[in-house]
Every structure is written in structure tokens, then in C-alpha cells.
């Protein structure tokens, strides 16, 4: 089943990524003394690598377009349907729970940290699930609402010596308000356009964070900003990395309870009515404007609410943490995961976020080994690692005419 | 004011650069009538649909209907606000939602009737539980008139063709207008499912009490179903008047079959 042609293809694929890689794969500049190392030996290993994926990429295909009519239930079937058992239910739910409140008393201060920010993902993941999963509005500023939420906190402690819980709900509606601003002038857009005008949003704020001195202290940010605290008690830092981690943990499950109870909601599906069609979704009815800037102040709210945790978490904010890298990595973590699917981007979150931090020692080839993998996704799982299973329904009607059926 | 037709459409004109596509329609239609638009291909009766929808507006002339809540001129609203003055329609070509499913998609055409905001979702108050098994049951009631139920779950794209033309209907209808605009609605079916199509609308006419206008190209549809018939050609409007009298009616004869061929 591979034939010639299909061999040549393979043997283009190896050449091309070996030009590709090129630079960072054999040319290494020895710093010391200054001198340049080619390394041949890992032009051999890309070629070949290269050209045995391609073939079982070519194989898989071939495979699967046999196999179409015979449809085998996935892994999240089967896990889904036995989810549906309440006793497999609500053991695996007191399983998580007792994962979740264990972790940071069985894990090292450093693990937990980390986990806090993966949880943070999370819900920045879900936030911004709404405006591109649900909404099908390609958003690639989302680390701007990020930045509003962080200096809503920073400022307002640097100048009023306001607390972390009551900047929490003022982060949260500034980033909604931002949300709103942004939404104005690009009601008309779609698409690449979109696109781009949410970037040129992203940098903007960053810029002016960056130089505006007076208002935010330009590339120097704010330091010393307090971390949360109980009851105006100041905590340890092993205590107050553990708090973190469970504010995280709370706002994270606060997150995914109001976002899927707005899926379901009458704003839910026109957001999605929205995605799938905007002149039938007007002429059912739906007033597009209104759906559009829900969609971008109800996605801001969440990167508002982690701005202000971020900011409390580190005691350090600066524009540099803001950058368009950063949206980038949020929108991978929304589409690996699985556009619109809550279960898929907290999956695509948590996967996302730790795995770099326990693979460090191939720190360099990051953003190589993210590109694969989002190649790699789209081509065999366009859906992400949990694609949307969407809710079926029951009703009364239906069974009595089965029931007939079967007498 | 009974008498007044529910929809009045006046010296309608849209212009698109140099191409007149709807060149000064006149159109009217009774409450409870059905009344058919024909025309070849390219004649300007989608376009005609799309400004009387508010997806264009009208470069001249005048959209208004006349209600038991009284008149209302259409031009230069927006689509979604014609759709809450009781105008649904469906597409030539099918827009469903087509990665929801069936049910969904007649869900989205009650939006207008549901009144919950964010805040009362988000709290999932008792009112607004009781609004959403509502929508989900007024769905399926309407499925099942449309017949429709057995695909409730399904995605919308993975409907048989002729199912997917209902379901356009089926969600038209959940946004319980007085005046059913369909596009083609038989376009693409088979023999069986366009005789169904035709029971299925002349029963919303009966129980719905609801009136039609059709652009359809399968004749034999028109002639049963319609009881009057506006004929446009190249945007102008040819001929009126009943099915008999178009079946007679020169102009349409050569509008359809060309000059060369003596009817
Ligand atoms: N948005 C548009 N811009 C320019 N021309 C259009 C547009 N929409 C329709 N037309 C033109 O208007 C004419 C009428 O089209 P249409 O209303 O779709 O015809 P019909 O539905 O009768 O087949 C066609 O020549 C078409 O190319
Ligand atoms: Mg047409």
C-alpha cells in the first residue's frame, strides 16, 4: 500500500526538514571560545525521522480510510459511558478530590507552585474557550485582559493598599470593561481580519504598560505586591504557596461550573449559533452585536480574575510577562485541548503547562516539540485531545413509542 | 384593517454596482395565503428575500407589514429584529447549525422567547430552570410536528438532505412568526420527500395559521400548492396572478423556455 510516489514524498518531507532544522540542529556556537560546531550526525537522525513519520502518517491514513465504516468507539466513549455508572462516578469524583486537597501536602513547594500555574491555565484556557471555542472568534490579544486583571491588583495595592479578595471581583469587571472596548471596533471583523486586529489589540496594551511610565512604572512593573492573605493574617511562604494553590483550585472550579452553566444557557448557544453561521443566526433571531460582546467581556472576566491571582501569586508583574507569546499559548491550549470542549482545555491545559516544566532538560527544543504537536493534533485529532461531545436528550415521548415499538 | 395584507412590499429596488437585481417589485400578500415567487435561475428572487430579511437593505422602496399589533415599516432593520416581528425564513443554500444538534438548532430559534439573563443562568434560579425544560420541550413538540424526533440528537450535518430542508423549516418555525419565507425549499429532494414537503406546508398553513411566500423552481409544487403566483425575470416582475393564469401567460412562457420556442 505505500507506493513510489508515496516514498518520494517521504524523501521531500526528510529534505525539507532537514533544511528546516537546519540551523538549530547542526550548527551550535561553542560560546567559549567562540568557535562554531557542526554536528552532521543529527542531519542523519532529522532525515530519518522525517521520513518514517511521514510513511506511518501515510500508513495511519490509509488505515483509518479502510477502516471508516466499522466506527469503534473511542476511549472517551468508553470512559464517558462509564462515567454514566454512579458508583464509577462518584468514586473517580472523591479520587480527583482527594488528589486535589493532598497535592501540595505531598508534593514539594516547587511542584506546587507549578501546579497553581497550570491551574491557572485552566482557567485562562476556559476563559478564552468562550470567545474562540464557542464563539468562533479568533482572539489573539487574550493576554491583554490578562495584563488589565494584573495591574487592576498592582496598581490598586501600590496606591491604596487595597487587598487581593477585593481586587478579585474589581480585576474581573475591568477585564469585562476591556472586553467590551475591544468588542466595539471589531464587530465587523472576521477571520484572518480579526485576527490581526486582536494581535495589534495585545501589543497595544503591552506597549502602553511598557511606556507609560507616570501611570504603570513602564518596563520595571511593580514589585513587593502583597500575596493573598487570611483574615488580614500575613502567612508563610511554604503556607502561602499551599493558600495559592487552593484559591487556584477554587477559582478554578468556580470557573468551570458559571462557564458550563453559560454553554447551556440561552447566551451559550447563540454563541454558538454564532460560530456556526452568522446571517442564519441572525435570522433566527439572535442579535449578533450583543452576542459578540458578551462573548469577548464574559471571556475577559476569567483573564481578569487570573491577572489579579498572578499578580498576588508572584509580588511582580511587569509588561514583559504579557506578551503575545503569551495569548499564543493560551489559544494552544484552547485548540490542543479541544475548541469548545471544557473537559478537552482543561486536559490541553494541564498537559500543556506541566509537561514542558518535567521535560526542562529539553528546554531548547520547546517550541520545536509545540509546533510537532500541533501539526501532529490537526492532522490525526482536529477535534483536540477531548473533542465537544455535545448533550443528548431524553424525552418521555420517545420511550413510550419504543416501548410500543417493542410490545 | 382585516383586509390589509399582512405583508406590502413597494417599488423594491436593489442595486449592486452596475446590476439591477430586484428592479422595482410590487408585492403583496393576504393573511393565510400562499403565495409562490418563480422566476430562472439568477433572476434577483433570492435577493428579494434578503432585502425583505434586512441582509441588504433595499437600495429604494418600501417593506411593510400590517398585524393585529398594527403596521411596521421593515427597511433598514436589522435581520434579527425583522425575525422578532413575526418574518422567519430558510436558505437556498442550507445555513444550519451544522455541529449542533437537530434539537439545538430549533433551541436557537426560540431565542427570542426566552427572557433569563446571564446572571439568573449562571444561578440556574427556578425560573430559569423551568424556562429551559420549557425551550427543550417546545423544541421537541415542534420536531415532532415537523417530523422530525427520531433525529433529535443527531448533528444537523449528518441529516439526510431532505431532513436537513425540514429542519430549516422546523427552526424557522420555533421563532413563531406570522409569515414563512422559504427559499427553494424543494430544491434537491426526491418525488416522495417533495410530496411530504408540500403536506408539511400545507399543514402549517392549517394549524399554525401562518402564511407562505415560496421561490420554488419544481412547478408541479407551485401549481398545487400556491395560490397566486408572482413571476420575475432579469429583477423586473413579468407577471401576477393565479396558477392558471401563469401556466397561459406569454411572457412567462418565454421568460422560461427562451424566444425561439413558440408556446
Ligand atoms: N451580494 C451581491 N453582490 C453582487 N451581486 C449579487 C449579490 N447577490 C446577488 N447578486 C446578483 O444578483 C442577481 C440575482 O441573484 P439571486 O437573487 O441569487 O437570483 P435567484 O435567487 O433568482 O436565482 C444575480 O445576477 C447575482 O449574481
Ligand atoms: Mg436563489
Known amino acids: 500500500m505505500i507506493t513510489i510516489k508515496d516514498l518520494k514524498k517521504a524523501f521531500l518531507n526528510a529534505l525539507w526538514f532537514i533544511f528546516l532544522t537546519f540551523p538549530i540542529m547542526v550548527m551550535k556556537v561553542n560560546t567559549i571560545n567562540d568557535t562554531l560546531i557542526w554536528r552532521w550526525m543529527n542531519m542523519l537522525y532529522i532525515g530519518v525521522a522525517a521520513f518514517v513519520f511521514t510513511l506511518l502518517g501515510k500508513i495511519y491514513t490509509v488505515r483509518k480510510a479502510n477502516r471508516s465504516e466499522i466506527v469503534k468507539p473511542s476511549l472517551i466513549q468508553i470512559v464517558n459511558s462509564k462515567m454514566e455508572n454512579k458508583k464509577v462516578r462518584y468514586s473517580s469524583l472523591a479520587a480527583v478530590v482527594a488528589i486535589v486537597i493532598l497535592y501540595p501536602f505531598l508534593m514539594s513547594m516547587y511542584q506546587t507552585s507549578i501546579m497553581t500555574t497550570a491551574l491557572m491555565y485552566v482557567v485562562l484556557g476556559l476563559g478564552l474557550n468562550i470567545v474562540v471555542g464557542f464563539g468562533g472568534l479568533l482572539h489573539l490579544g487574550y493576554a491583554a485582559f490578562y495584563a488589565v486583571g ?7 495595592f501600590y496606591h491604596f493598599g487595597l487587598n487581593f479578595w477585593l481586587c478579585l471581583p474589581i480585576g474581573a469587571v475591568f477585564s469585562a470593561l476591556f472586553g467590551i472596548i475591544l468588542g466595539f471596533p471589531i464587530l465587523r471583523l472576521r477571520g484572518d481580519y480579526l485576527a490581526i486586529v486582536t494581535l495589534a489589540f495585545g501589543e497595544i496594551v503591552r506597549l502602553v504598560l511598557e511606556n507609560w511610565n507616570e501611570f504603570s512604572f513602564g518596563p520595571s512593573g511593580i514589585a513587593n505586591i502583597a500575596r493573598p492573605m487570611i483574615f488580614g493574617q500575613k502567612l508563610k511562604l511554604a503556607q502561602v504557596t499551599n493558600f495559592t494553590y487552593f484559591i487556584a483550585v477554587g477559582l478554578t472550579i468556580l470557573t468551570i461550573i458559571v462557564i458550563r452553566r453559560m454553554e447551556s444557557s440561552k447566551m451559550g448557544r447563540a454563541w454558538e449559533a454564532m460560530r456556526e453561521d452568522e446571517i442564519a443566526c441572525q435570522a433566527m433571531g439572535i442579535d449578533i452585536t450583543k452576542a459578540k460582546l458578551t462573548a469577548f467581556s464574559m471571556g475577559a472576566v476569567w483573564a481578569g480574575i487570573m491577572g489579579v491571582l498572578f499578580a498576588a501569586k508572584t509580588t511582580f508583574i511587569n509588561p514583559a510577562s504579557f506578551t503575545t507569546w503569551e495569548s499564543i499559548v493560551i489559544l494552544c491550549v484552547v485548540v490542543i485541548g479541544g475548541m469548545g470542549s471544557i473537559p478537552g482545555v482543561i486536559a490541553g491545559a494541564l498537559i500543556f503547562i506541566l509537561t514542558p516544566e518535567y521535560l526542562r532538560a529539553f528546554s531548547q527544543y520547546r517550541m520545536l516539540i509545540f509546533g ?25 415521548a420517545d420511550k413510550e413509542e419504543t416501548q410500543e415499538v417493542e410490545a | 384593517m382585516s383586509d390589509a395584507p399582512v405583508l406590502e412590499v413597494n417599488d423594491l429596488s436593489m442595486v449592486f454596482g452596475g446590476l439591477r437585481a430586484v428592479d422595482n417589485v410590487s408585492l403583496n400578500i393576504k393573511k393565510g395565503e400562499i403565495v409562490a415567487l418563480i422566476g430562472p435561475n439568477g433572476a434577483g428572487k433570492t435577493t428579494f428575500f434578503n432585502c425583505i430579511t434586512g441582509v441588504y437593505i433595499p437600495t429604494h422602496g418600501e417593506v411593510k407589514i400590517n398585524t393585529s399589533e398594527g403596521s411596521a415599516v421593515l427597511n433598514g432593520l436589522k435581520p434579527n429584529v425583522i425575525n422578532e416581528k413575526g418574518l422567519a425564513r430558510t436558505f437556498q443554500n442550507i445555513r444550519l447549525f451544522s455541529n449542533m444538534t437537530v434539537l439545538e438548532n430549533v433551541m436557537i430559534g426560540r431565542h427570542q422567547s426566552l427572557k433569563s439573563g446571564i446572571l439568573s443562568s449562571v444561578l440556574r434560579t427556578k425560573k430559569n430552570r423551568i424556562e429551559e425544560q420549557k425551550v427543550i420541550d417546545d423544541s421537541y413538540e415542534i420536531l415532532r410536528k415537523i417530523g422530525l424526533e427520531m433525529y433529535v440528537n443527531e448533528l444537523a450535518c449528518n441529516l439526510p438532505y431532505g431532513a436537513q430542508r425540514r429542519l430549516e423549516i422546523a427552526r424557522a418555525m420555533a421563532t413563531n412568526p406570522f409569515l414563512l419565507l422559504l427559499d427553494e425549499p424543494a430544491a434537491g429532494m426526491n418525488p416522495q420527500e417533495t410530496n411530504d414537503l408540500v403536506e408539511l406546508i400545507e399543514r ?11 421561490i420554488e423552481h419544481d412547478m408541479s409544487l407551485v401549481m398545487t400548492l400556491s395560490e397566486r403566483i408572482y413571476v420575475v425575470d432579469y429583477g423586473k416582475m413579468i407577471a401576477t396572478g393565479t396558477p392558471e393564469e401563469i401556466k397561459n401567460n406569454k411572457e412567462v412562457i418565454k421568460a422560461y423556455l427562451g424566444e425561439d420556442i413558440d408556446a
Open chain 1, 372 to 396: 510537532i504537536a500541533l501539526v501532529v493534533m490537526m492532522i490525526f485529532r482536529p477535534g483536540g485531545i477531548i473533542p465537544k461531545i455535545r448533550r443528548s436528550y431524553q424525552f418521555a
Open chain 2, 204 to 214: 402549517l398553513r392549517k394549524e399554525e395559521d401562518i402564511t407562505i411566500l415560496l
Open chain 1, 150 to 156: 494584573a495591574y487592576t491588583y498592582g496598581l490598586l
